[in-house]
Nanobody, 118 residues
Framework: QVQLVESGGGLVQPGGSLRLSCAAS????????MGWYRQAPGKQRELVAD???????IYADSVKGRFTISRDNAKNTVYLQMNSLKPEDTAVYVC????????????WGQGTQVTVSS
């Protein structure tokens, strides 16, 4: 099992930037794909970005070119750099760890609030 703790959320003006961090309680190298999801009030949770153990990434169309996901396996941490933020990016951002083994495993953090408003 792995515990995930997010940090870095807050209030930012449109056009601003934030960097979210997700610290894992154990090593994520080699077998964990990591992702960031978000959920806005009244909406379903959606995938924002995902990164494989090898570093391959995918992004939601709505954030391509503005957000960057990265991982530091030595620190057991995944980051989401968010630039050119828009009001529609306002949501609770949740970290996910997906164990890529036969036994599987899917783990979630508690989330961190991001509010984009002037």
């Amino acid at each position: 099992q792995v515990q995930l703790v997010e940090s870095g959320g807050g209030l930012v003006q449109p056009g601003g930037s934030l960097r979210l961090s997700c610290a894992a309680s154990r090593s994520i190298a080699g077998i964990y794909a990591m992702g960031w999801y978000r959920q806005a009030p009244g909406k379903q949770r959606e995938l924002v970005a995902d990164i494989t153990p090898g570093g391959s990434t995918i992004y939601a169309d709505s954030v391509k070119g503005r957000f960057t996901i990265s991982r530091d396996n030595a620190k057991n941490t995944v980051y989401l750099q968010m630039n050119s933020l828009k009001p529609e990016d306002t949501a609770v951002y949740v970290c996910n760890a997906r164990r890529l083994t036969i036994s599987g495993g899917n783990y979630w953090g508690q989330g961190t609030q991001v509010t984009v408003s002037s």
